[in-house]
């Protein structure tokens, strides 16, 4: 007779219910969650659940690198009948509410280790790690300067009473402060402990009159097998010495040339996840210069695809199975909208309409069955827009001629060094290749290629460093002008 296991506490927690809307894979294993209560908790999860990924679409969402019963657990501390934590596996918790966000999780974790059995070293040694609000390892910090500089427990309370008036915090009894002053003067030869927050140290010497050197000479010494930052320590110090003390700054308060410096240096997925934090920043991320270099556009029935760098796929569709092949990479975007031409226009638009957007290659392919609406709706955008675009190396296959005339005029002239144009029909003659050898960026251009038919004198090909094509008569003064050239 077969009898099913019973289910372990874990996976009865998150056994599915008329309340669970969504399900993460752990190690093979399902956990049915509710999706508002984890992007309530957790910055992780909202964008996991609602950003443009493709984990949005998915039925069930893999999670990598975690233990099934540690990550449980952990999610467990958001509901009513929590999996209560244990003393082996608290620190482990304590990681993964880190790792996803999970600020309500770290803070019951942080009560459970005040109040457990654990070993009193090993308490600081996690709160250091985890950097607990109150962690005493601040204390300790401060308690190893004023010992290595040879001060007694008694003038090191006083100090520390100073401390924690002008930080509004109440401070700890003599009698305990003792404790942990002998608890650490033990420690104080050793060589291997954690870096210290040596801030308390800074804003402690301000309040007692040393000067920034002074402050910087007894540091360095103290904490010698540290490297104390110069910058770092005289931007405390004299944030200190204003008057300021540890209130937080955030990402939006930084100046926006801060900011726009910062997204300058993201890669292409970090880029685009800052442009998702807030209209305000991606307003500021809008003006700096994208970091993509090479754009695909491929316009076909039904979808439109764009491909970044060769690294991010994004796809626009009607269609509900349309997915990525087995060899995409990792971070893949698809956009499914009855009105997806709209949609990836409008969103091509936003890099195109970026005036320090530089590319070095960019491809156009439209098939013959989207020829109509895409190509309109492509016009249109290149004729919005303010500005001509930076690219050194254009790829055209399948526009229509004068969409050709059009693609071309919009590249910032002297920028263009590569031009090469297809056609399904090798031997259609290109009707615009007389305005094409006018414009300033054919002038300035060093490489031609196309299959298309060309009714021109071979004299406007004669500026290439190389070109190759189909031309439709050639004369025997063309040859020998041909051959002079070469």
Avoid at 5 to 13: F, W
Avoid at 139 to 162: G, H, M, P
Avoid at 395 to 421: A, E, M, N, R, Y
Avoid at 452 to 468: A, G, N, Q
């Amino acid at each position: 007779m077969f009898v099913t296991p019973a289910m372990s506490i874990y996976e009865s927690t998150f056994a599915k219910s008329d309340k669970t809307d969504a399900i993460l894979v752990v190690e093979g294993k399902k956990l049915h969650v509710n999706k508002a209560v984890l992007s309530f908790h957790s910055e992780y999860f909202k964008t996991l659940f609602n950003g443009e990924f493709k984990e949005k679409s998915m039925q069930e969402i893999p999670i990598k690198d975690v233990k099934f019963e540690d990550f449980a657990a952990t999610l467990s501390l958001l509901y009513p009948c929590p999996i209560k934590p244990t003393e082996e596996n608290a620190e482990k918790l304590l990681e993964l509410a880190e790792r996803f966000l999970i600020p309500s999780a770290k803070y019951s974790l942080e009560l459970f280790m005040k109040m457990c059995k654990m070993e009193k070293m090993n308490k600081i040694r996690i709160a250091d790690k985890c950097k607990f609000m109150d962690s005493p390892i601040d204390l300790s910090a401060f308690v190893l300067y004023n010992l290595r500089l040879w001060e007694s427990a008694e003038t090191s309370y006083k100090k520390y009473e100073k401390l924690c008036k002008a930080m509004g915090k109440e401070a700890i009894s003599y009698e305990e402060y003792k404790y942990w002053f002998q608890m650490f003067y033990k420690q104080k030869e050793r060589d291997d402990l954690p870096i210290p927050d040596i801030r308390c140290c800074i804003l402690s010497d301000v309040i007692n009159g040393k000067t920034a050197q002074k402050s910087m000479n007894d540091l360095c010494d103290v904490f010698k097998n540290h490297k104390i930052d110069k910058e770092d320590h005289g931007y405390w110090y004299k944030r200190f010495k204003n008057g300021h003390l540890f209130s937080q700054v955030t990402f939006s308060n930084l100046p926006e040339d801060v900011i726009s410096e910062i997204a300058g240096t993201c890669d292409l997925t970090s880029y685009f996840q800052l442009r998702n934090v807030s209209h305000s920043l991606r307003s500021i991320v809008d003006h700096t210069k994208p970091p993509i270099t090479h754009i695909i556009v491929e316009c076909e029935e039904n979808q439109i695809s764009l491909n970044l760098n060769n690294e991010v796929p994004v796809i626009f569709t009607d269609l509900n199975d349309v997915d990525p092949p087995s060899d995409f990479p990792d971070h893949f975007y698809k956009f499914k909208d009855n009105d997806y031409q709209k949609v990836a226009f409008n969103y091509l638009e936003i890099l195109l309409k970026n005036p320090k957007l530089q590319l070095d290659y960019v491809q156009l392919v439209f098939s013959d069955d989207t020829h109509n609406k895409n190509n309109q709706m492509f016009r249109d955008l290149l004729n919005s827009l303010s500005h001509k675009i930076h690219v050194k190396e254009f790829h055209i296959h399948f526009l229509t001629d004068k969409d050709i005339i059009t693609v071309v005029k919009c590249v910032k002239p002297g920028t263009l060094k590569s031009l090469l144009v297809f056609e399904n029909e090798d031997d259609e003659e290109l009707s615009t290749i007389h305005e094409l050898v006018e414009t300033e960026q054919w002038r300035n251009a060093e490489i031609f290629l196309s299959g298309k038919l060309l009714d021109t004198s071979i004299e406007h090909f004669f500026h290439f460093d190389r070109f190759l094509i189909n031309i439709k008569s050639l004369s025997m003064e063309d040859v020998m002008n041909l051959t002079s050239v070469s």
